[in-house]
């Protein structure tokens, strides 16, 4: 039952820090978000539910698709992450400090 | 034959990475562009010929057997739409070439990756490759919208990026929910799934909450009109042919494919066809540039497609798909008039613009035939697509939805009107009269054909409308999509 917890309060903190002000908040936001559905991937695939495809494997393997699933998502995701910190960094390089709020508009 | 389908995914990443390779010749790498997706077309339309028996081409990367396999398959909906984005980004591309939009090192190696992530898109069989292949479409678009926005793009770039992480991560949320319930991705084997199980209706109905906030559904629209708008009109004219409507492409194929049209969602999805339709038409009366107005009814006409989705019908859903390509034609038609606009006045703002039908009549026709053809005016194809929908609707007898779309049109020809009144009939403001500069063939030349296309749509439109009862039917009975993609 660890995985659903695991979601639950990485969910919960993710969303927090989207809801707080400040443009760094929101980028970990992000982070943990995408880790929370990495590890509901993870617990999406189980141990009974196919044969490895090449070996023919012992009688439990873990399911090999969710792994390369989360492989890929990650690398989707650490992209994303690092060109949204490269955007912040260039408004906190512009301006003296970044804008108050994410659209740039008054609050 | 089904190698082909390889072709409209790799061939614009072949062409990027050439691009990348050539950073100095400016002429070559607009001709390897144009070229790659001149043979995207190519490929388009021969699929199209080849899918119109009932016929489905199916390409497995590799050879691999059907359950490991990366699967492509092409049916009459798949194929035209690859067909119609790889016309808008030959458009947007010449167009490119009149603003100096492509003088931009990064441009066109950025849109052979979006095109190319938006074709796989469209012809891929398995949500997995289906996520992965939005994400390579929207990477290159948050760069174009940072790169190529005036004022505000920061702030702009900002909220389109997080409103696309959001959704990409609620999407992956939903794929991975799908396959703990069924234990599979691939749309074949989930072919009903949604009737037969609750749990993987919940699921499916995360990945529908995904794209219904990427295809601008309302209530989740608000990100387009704020985003869009502050990018250049070629981009946006880019971003409205294949980005929104990969989202609409898949909330169709999901709900036909795993819900198989179930009719308990049928109100849920009228409500919010006709709330899109309502909510984006009003939202383009109060705002005073032609992209923000082109914008907010982006939202309104994702509606009418969805109300032909909703009706689920063969009528319906040969009215909505028949409404989808031709809507791509015009959309993209009209923000390339604006980008002329912008490019030789300086501006798109219509309280500093007026006199274009005397200095620029070519352009004016243009804007005029799309911006009919928009509002429904026949006898152009946007006509034709509203009668469509509005029949499939009448025959349901529902006269709430009837009336709707229609007062819809109207205030859709009146915001048409403002803009024509305003920009090319109204009185030039002083500055603009010295400048006389007029916009060139690269500029012209994209949206009138653009136009073109949709008023010979409307005499002329039993080819297409051939193709939408195709595709309409295979979205009916998927039986036949079903066989040829799993290989039994």
């Known amino acids: ?107 | 034959m089904s190698i082909l389908l390889i072709v409209p995914v790799a061939g614009p990443l072949l062409a990027a990475a050439v691009l990348l390779a050539l950073p100095d010749r400016l002429v070559l790498r607009r001709v390897v562009a144009l070229l790659a997706t001149a043979a995207v077309i190519a490929v388009g339309v021969v699929l199209l010929v080849a899918t119109s028996d009932g016929e489905v081409p199916v390409f497995r990367v590799g050879d691999w057997p059907p359950v490991v396999a990366i699967t492509l398959a092409a049916d009459p909906l798949s194929a035209l739409l690859v067909t119609v984005s790889a016309m808008v980004v030959l458009a947007c591309l010449v167009a490119a070439v009149g603003t100096g939009d492509d003088r931009r090192q990064a441009f066109l190696p950025l849109t052979m990756v979006l095109s190319a992530g938006a074709y796989g898109a469209y012809l891929t069989t398995d949500l997995f490759n289906l996520f992965v292949l939005v994400e390579v479409m929207l990477v290159p678009s948050y760069v174009l919208l940072a790169l190529s926005g005036g004022p505000g793009r920061a702030g702009a770039g900002r909220v389109y990026i997080t409103t696309s992480l959001l959704g990409s991560t609620i999407l992956l949320a939903g794929v991975g929910l799908l396959y703990g319930v069924t234990g599979t991705v691939g749309l074949a084997e989930l072919a009903g799934v949604a009737r037969e199980v609750p749990a993987a209706a919940v699921a499916g109905g995360v990945v529908l909450l995904a794209f219904a906030l990427k295809g601008a559904l309302v209530p989740l629209h608000d990100w387009l009109p704020r985003a869009y708008p502050v990018a250049s009109p070629v981009v946006v004219a880019l971003f409205s042919g294949l980005l929104t409507k990969v989202g609409l492409y898949a909330i169709i194929r999901i709900y036909a494919v795993l819900y198989g049209g179930d009719s308990a969602y049928h109100p849920l999805l009228v409500a919010v066809a006709l709330a899109s339709m309502v909510i984006g038409v009003l939202g383009a009366i109060g705002v005073g540039s032609m992209r923000k107005v082109l914008s907010f009814h982006m939202v309104s006409q994702i509606g009418y497609v969805l109300l032909g989705l909703a009706l689920f019908t063969a009528a319906s859903l040969a009215a909505a798909i028949f409404y989808l390509a031709q809507y791509v034609l015009v959309k993209a038609a009209l923000f390339l008039c604006a980008a002329a606009v912008r490019s030789t006045r300086g501006t798109d703002r219509l309280s500093r613009l007026g006199g274009l039908a005397s200095s620029s009549p070519l352009l004016a026709l243009a804007f005029g035939v799309a911006a009919l053809s928009l509002a429904g005016l026949p006898p152009f194809g946007g006509f034709l697509a509203k009668f469509l929908v509005l029949r499939a609707a009448n025959e349901t007898g529902d006269w709430l939805v009837l009336t709707v779309a229609v007062l819809v049109s109207l205030v859709t020809l009146l915001s048409m009107l403002k803009i024509w009144g305003v920009a090319f009939w109204g009185e030039a403001p002083r500055a603009a009269r010295e400048g006389t500069a007029r916009p060139g063939l690269a500029l012209l030349g994209p949206p009138l054909a653009l136009g073109g296309c949709a008023l010979l749509l409307g005499p002329l439109g039993g080819p297409l409308l051939q193709v939408a009862d195709a595709a309409a039917a295979g979205l009916l009975e998927p039986a036949g999509y079903v066989r040829a993609v799993s290989g039994r």
């Open chain 1, 1 to 107: 039952m660890s995985g659903p917890l695991i979601v639950g309060v990485l969910v919960a903190a993710g969303v927090f820090l989207l809801l707080r002000p400040g443009q760094l908040r929101l980028v970990l936001g992000f982070v943990l978000l995408g880790h929370a559905v990495n590890v509901l991937l993870l617990a999406a695939g189980g141990l009974h539910r196919r044969e490895p495809p090449v070996d023919g494997g012992g009688a439990e393997s873990a399911d090999p698709l969710p792994q390369a699933f989360i492989l890929t998502a990650i690398v989707i995701t650490f992209g994303i992450t690092v060109y949204l910190l490269r955007l912040l960094r260039r408004a906190s390089r512009r301006g003296s400090r970044p804008p108050e709020t994410w659209d740039g508009g008054p609050r």
